[in-house]
């Protein structure tokens, strides 16, 4: 396989004008890896920032961004046991964590970012970094699994149990937030959605929302959530935005509430009031995706639930800086790029 071409989308710098496709040669298994080659790559906003340089300055290059992908195994290393020719596997993004407490050092050994990404037609991944895709879901479906719907499911599943009729906050519409409002609607919790577009807001409604917000209209969400639920507050927010966003965010919430820090749209930092933490004994979990054991008891579940990813737009290999500029303009749902 080694003389054949293998198409990347390598960084060469940061900036969309630094991003092109080269070709090269298809890389080889080691004894416990996987060549995969790739079907459908999913993008998160996380790739955007990687991009531009934001999230990781000190990038060594030439790099090949991205961490979501499904593809199908068409080799397998001569010590692999657990995967086999054919199968239609995912790779795990943080790849030295199979399973409970995470590793001393996170990201560490994360595709994507301090390991090579996906926007190829060949990659090869760990078996022990790697899961069956669910067999219900299309390549491009499959694809939007790896961060959005894994962070979405830690955070309502793993890290915490859900109780049927508490409520839940999701901020915005994008990939791990329309995720969460399918697993809330499917653990029984009523689900607040906030975003500024109304159209958006009325989508997330069809997908099972009890209630929405938009916070354009209604700057003092938190007020707004508090009166849905008769002053108590919510049980649980997930938080995508940061900064000053986190002081409303906070005020949402119920005594005993649950903060999940999940997004930085908004800044890389928190700022709320210590007070009103402590009297309502919140608790606040940062959140870094999950382990390969939670990946595979959430694609179980995926399956019995029957639920399907929601995908705003599919765009072809070629096509990759105009999939990266529309994670700019608000999509609704995951952006997909297929390399057949």
């Known amino acids: 396989m080694s003389t054949q071409i293998n198409r990347s989308w390598q960084m060469s710098g940061f900036g969309l004008s630094r991003l092109s496709q080269v070709t090269g040669k298809i890389p080889e298994p080691g004894p416990h890896e996987l060549l995969v080659r790739t079907k459908a790559v999913s993008l998160n ?13 000190d990038l060594t290059f030439p790099f090949v961004p991205t961490s979501d992908a499904v593809g199908e195994i068409v080799a ?3 010590a692999v046991s657990r995967f086999k020719v054919g199968q239609r596997v995912l790779g795990q993004v943080i790849a030295d964590w199979p ?11 994360t595709l994507g970012s301090s390991l090579p990404g996906m926007l190829s037609d060949h990659v090869v991944l760990g078996e022990d970094a790697t899961v069956l895709a ?3 879901l299309s390549d491009s479906e499959a694809a939007t699994l790896p961060i959005a719907a894994l962070t979405a499911w830690f955070a309502m599943a793993e890290a915490t149990r859900p109780v049927p009729g508490q409520t839940i906050l999701i901020q915005g519409t994008g990939g791990v937030s329309l995720f969460a409002l399918q697993f809330a609607k499917a653990f029984g919790l009523r689900a607040i959605v906030t975003s500024s577009s109304d159209e958006k807001l009325e989508r997330a409604r069809k997908l099972g929302a009890w209630q929405v917000i938009n916070y354009r209209s209604r700057p003092a969400w938190d007020e707004a959530a508090r009166k849905l639920t008769d002053g108590l ?13 986190a002081r409303r965010s906070l005020n949402a919430l119920a005594a005993d509430g649950r ?15 210590i007070l009103p933490f402590m009297r309502n004994r919140i608790v606040v979990q940062g959140l870094s995706i999950g382990h390969r054991r939670s990946f595979e008891r959430m694609n179980q579940a995926i399956e019995a639930l029957g639920i399907k990813p929601v995908i705003d737009t599919v765009f072809g ?4 800086p105009r999939a990266l500029q529309r994670l700019e303009q608000g999509a609704f749902g995951k952006i997909v790029i297929t390399t057949t």
């Open 45 to 57: 906003y996380k790739d955007r920032l990687i991009v531009d340089g934001t999230l990781i300055p």
């Open 134 to 136: 669910p067999p219900s």
């Open 99 to 109: 399973d409970g407490d995470a590793p001393p050092v996170l990201h560490k050994h």
């Open 259 to 273: 903060l999940s820090i999940i997004g930085l749209l908004g800044s890389m930092e928190l700022s709320f009031p």
């Open 233 to 245: 507050g919510v049980n649980h927010v997930l938080e995508m935005v940061g900064g000053d966003n």
């Open 317 to 320: 290999f070629d096509e990759v």
């Open 76 to 78: 397998v290393g001569s």
